[in-house]
């Protein structure tokens, strides 16, 4: 009996050892993704949702700036636009980042195009 009960003692904690999430922060990339109909040449996009290290051009013409806070503020330009626009950097990728899109243009005509149309999403890669 002395030696069966440690036993069922050690096998009681088993289930409590090994499944427990990283307490700390989960630092690494999100993309932004954009879909939608074919044409778009430009979008801004304001992204939000906690700190943002860099932000990274994926294969389009990028620019960003501050916007309030820990929000930023992002220009992406190029060649119809689709798929992922930017990867972004963050010190937690726990937080729940979101992008929204504030314009977006037709890539020949340069006139504004209905934002309600596309779809945004910050993503793991």
């Given at each position: 009996m002395k030696r069966i009960l440690p036993l069922v003692m050690a096998l009681a904690l088993?289930?409590?050892?090994?499944?427990?999430?990283?307490?700390?922060?989960?630092?690494?990339?999100?993309?932004?993704?954009?879909?939608?109909?074919?044409?778009?040449?430009?979008?801004?996009?304001?992204?939000?949702?906690?700190?943002?290290?860099?932000?990274?051009?994926?294969?389009?013409?990028?620019?960003?700036?501050?916007?309030?806070?820990?929000?930023k503020r992002?220009?992406?330009?190029?060649?119809d636009l689709t798929g992922a626009l930017v990867r972004i950097q963050v010190p937690d990728r726990r937080v729940a980042y979101q992008a929204t899109l504030i314009e977006i243009a037709d890539g020949n005509t340069y006139q504004l195009l209905d934002p309600a149309q596309f779809t945004v999403a910050v993503l793991r890669p």
């Open positions: 088993l289930p409590a050892c090994g499944d427990d999430p990283p307490s700390g922060p989960s630092p690494g990339a999100l993309e932004v993704r954009l879909s939608g109909p074919a044409g778009a040449g430009a979008a801004l996009l304001l992204v939000e949702g906690g700190t943002i290290d860099t932000i990274e051009a994926a294969g389009y013409f990028t620019a960003s700036a501050a916007y309030s806070g820990t929000a992002v220009l992406v330009a190029g060649q």
